[in-house]
């Protein structure tokens, strides 16, 4: 999962250099930033939403948060942190 995966080039890197990203999810708060990702047909799923009120049906496995973990509260974090398995390195 990419939290706040913006216009989704953190998905480019994922899919095209790593290449071990077999289902990915984005989420972002800007409706216009998930349009533009859209674009790039590299994410599963995309979801406009603020990740205090998203709720998936399951956990993942790894979730990423390039460059929105910077000035946010312990409780915002708390709620990304819930998102990932219990027990996944």
Sequence with gaps: MDVGCGLGFSALLLKSYLGNAEYLVGVDISPEKISKARRLNLYDE????????????????TLIALEVLHGLPASVLACIESLVKKGVS
């Design 46 to 61: 995309l979801y406009v939403a603020d990740i205090q009120d998203f709720n998936p049906e399951s956990k993942f496995d």
